[in-house]
């Protein structure tokens, strides 16, 4: 819409009665203070929508909307569905939407808009090139995350995935959103027992040896010792596969020499599941709660409790 137009005088609406947002009548308790601008392009939405019209002046309209508010779902909505009966070209819609996520980057609305294109499309080309554009402005965008992951599966795009993923964890081991979207990968297809994924014993011992390895690297770090759990859950192994490993950073014996206070919590996990190793698994606890985590001392207690609990 160009600068001092409405719609109302605008020839090309000329035929369009604006409708309303009705908020209770001239006596509503609480209504939103909407720039004129705004209601009035809503208005003419509401009225293409009734008229169930998919049209160029339509989508016009949607994108002025998007630029005066990227959050509205229903917009969104119609906007895809206009496309679509327009049969318009969706790479350009794509290359559209690209300049307003790198503008907006926590816009749900925006994923799921891209979402609808690219099942439409069938074709995930230039995508991982875009994810990592988007990465690179924040690596841990939830939305962005979401968004893969519905297209690794869309796109069985399983085993493609994993040299992107080492390369984001090399620039930061840290990076949580990283690690869960390995495990998804790993373990988030083919058959399964229960809740829990069939996975070939060749794959369990590769990733317990990718963790280990990103252990080495920050040993405080919580995240690759929550995928080991989700390795060793996944392959129907005894957390005391890695009874070494938790050692190697918690010598239970040698209490100045623990490195991590997430290896404690493993081997207290470990011991607690070992004939006759409730004494060690207490003294981890009690580690954890006097000097290596006392800010959680209340859970750790209680843990505590439940091992002389089923002791008794």
């Known amino acids: 819409m160009p600068p001092n137009l409405s719609y109302s005088n605008d020839p090309l609406w000329a035929d369009v009665v604006p409708i309303p947002q009705d908020d209770g009548g001239p006596n509503a308790l609480a209504t939103i203070a909407y720039s004129d601008e705004y209601s009035e392009a809503t208005s003419y939405l509401r009225a ?5 019209e998919h049209s160029e002046r339509g989508l016009a309209l949607t994108a002025h909307l998007v630029s005066l ?27 559209w939407l690209n300049e ?16 609808l294109l690219m099942d439409r499309l069938g074709d995930p080309s230039g995508e991982a090139a875009f994810i990592r554009a988007m990465f690179d402005e924040d690596a841990k965008n ?16 399983w085993d493609s995935e994993l040299p992107d993923i080492e390369r984001l964890l090399r620039e930061d081991v840290q990076n949580n959103s990283a690690w869960n979207h390995r495990y998804y990968c790993v373990f988030g297809r083919g058959e399964r027992v229960g809740h829990e994924p069939k996975v070939a014993p060749q794959i369990v011992e590769r990733e317990i040896s990718f963790a ?18 989700g390795i060793l859950r996944a392959g129907d192994l005894p957390l005391a596969t890695v009874k070494s490993v938790a050692l190697k950073y918690a010598p239970v014996e040698e209490p100045d020499k623990i490195r991590s206070s997430h290896a404690l919590d493993f081997l207290a996990d470990i011991y607690a599941g070992e004939k006759d190793g409730a004494e060690h698994a207490v003294k981890a606890l009690d580690l954890l709660t006097e000097k290596y985590d006392p800010i959680r001392a209340n859970y750790w207690n209680y843990r505590k409790s439940l091992l002389v609990k089923s002791a008794a």
């Open 69 to 95: 508010n990227p959050s509205h779902y229903t917009v969104w909505l119609f906007r895809a569905a206009t496309l679509f009966a327009l049969d318009k070209d969706l790479r350009e819609e794509i290359a």
């Open 48 to 52: 293409v929508m009734a008229a169930d």
């Open 212 to 229: 280990t390895e990103k252990i080495e690297l920050a040993p405080q770090n919580l995240s690759p010792w929550n995928y080991l759990r």
């Open 142 to 157: 939830y939305h962005v995350w979401s968004y893969r992951a519905w297209l690794v599966r869309r796109f069985e795009l």
């Open 100 to 115: 307003i996520a790198l503008i907006h980057l926590k816009n749900y609305q925006i994923w799921h808009h891209r979402q």
